[in-house]
């Protein structure tokens, strides 16, 4: 794994497009599932998917090889959207960071099935994409890495930029508020 | 059962998800599952919820990845060509910044006997020194300047950058 991040990092500091085309072809499926789950917008998350990339290529020397890969790939996508919101959307950037109730800042536009709806077959997973977006994005964010992306407490921390007792307590709110919303779906 | 026992039971649920318990935690809680309807049913939802969202499956526009695989390519080719213009001035830096720091001594001394002989104020033969030494810092800028010009050093990321421009 060191090793490999290590080979990772010699690649992106010598601009390698085979090493891109690798690591796109390794990583897009969940970079794009934390994207959509951070912005709510599957047209807004594949935009920013192709500029990650080009972020990673041009900020490959800032790699050290020694973090994993997925979560410094995460934090650049992260930066990417908040900036991006920031910007061009006139949301700010709390939106992202941490939510004064428990409404969503970024939520999926009523009456538009969000990208997780269109795939839901079952009906628990029904359940789940009614609730997901309705959750503040900040909790989407931390219950995908932690229960998606199976990353470790420090490694949510290290992708979200905050401190791991924040990490924890929007993974604690995060799940309470997503079991509320599938327990009110259900009555 | 007391109010604070279900909030314990509720508080562990979570945690058994996101931290993990201890041995004694887990046999506590698992005892008043057993005995409670309430926190058990809690507790099945939250497993349920969490299976369900590892569950969850995202199309994936095959087109989406074809094209940040080719603008990604495009621009490694970009930033892999401005490295290469780039390495030849680099290694010119580097000896020339070694050659002035062996040389420095023995051209201020020259200098130094050049500006006696000419019977020069000290201040002239000086300034003639640090012109002397800046030669290799501006040669290294016309350089830059050059490669800017004729083939875009630093036009950097914004080219096709696309859909996030618009
Ligand atoms: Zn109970």
Redesign the pocket.
């Known amino acids: 794994m060191r090793q490999e991040c290590a080979e990772i990092a010699r690649g992106l500091r010598k601009h390698d497009p085979d090493l891109l085309d690798r690591l796109i072809e390794r990583y897009h499926y969940r970079l794009l599932r934390y994207l959509i789950s951070l912005t709510g917008d599957r047209a807004l998350a594949e935009d920013a998917f192709q500029e990650t990339w080009l972020h990673v290529l041009e900020r490959g020397s800032q790699y050290n090889g020694r973090a994993s890969f997925e979560s410094w790939l995460f934090s650049i996508a992260r930066h990417l959207v908040i900036d991006w919101f920031r910007k061009k959307k006139g949301v700010s950037l709390e939106a992202l960071t941490e939510p004064d109730d428990d409404r969503a800042s970024l939520q999926v536009p009523a009456g538009q099935p969000s990208p997780l709806e269109l795939v839901a077959e079952q009906e628990e997973a029904e359940r789940l994409a009614r609730a997901l977006p309705s959750l503040p994005a900040v909790y989407r964010e931390v219950l995908v890495l932690r229960f998606q992306e199976e990353m470790k407490l420090e490694e949510i921390a290290a992708v979200a930029g905050v401190t791991l007792s924040t990490a924890k307590s929007r993974l604690y709110r995060g799940l309470e508020a997503l079991r509320r919303a599938i327990e009110g779906g259900r009555a | ?1 007391s109010r604070d ?2 909030e314990r ?1 509720g508080r562990l649920i979570n945690r058994r998800h996101i931290e993990g318990l201890s041995p004694a935690e887990r046999q506590w809680l698992d005892a ?1 599952l057993e005995s ?1 309807g ?2 058990a049913e809690r507790a099945h939802l939250t497993t349920e919820a969490i299976a369900s969202l590892r569950a969850v499956a995202v199309p994936v526009n095959p087109a989406v990845v074809s094209m940040a695989k080719a603008r990604a390519r495009m621009r490694a080719v970009e930033l892999r060509r401005r490295d290469e213009r780039l390495r030849p001035l680099w290694i010119a830096c580097v000896f020339s910044c070694l050659i002035m720091l062996l040389t420095t001594p023995y051209f201020w001394r020259a200098f130094e006997w050049v500006g006696q002989a000419m019977r020069l104020p000290a201040l002239v033969w000086q300034a003639g020194f640090l012109l002397w030494w800046s030669v290799p810092a501006t040669v290294a800028a016309i350089a830059l300047l050059w490669l800017e010009r004729s083939g875009g050093l630093f036009n950097g990321r914004h080219e096709g950058a696309g859909p996030l421009e618009g």
């Open positions: 059962m026992t279900h039971a008043h409670c309430v926190c």
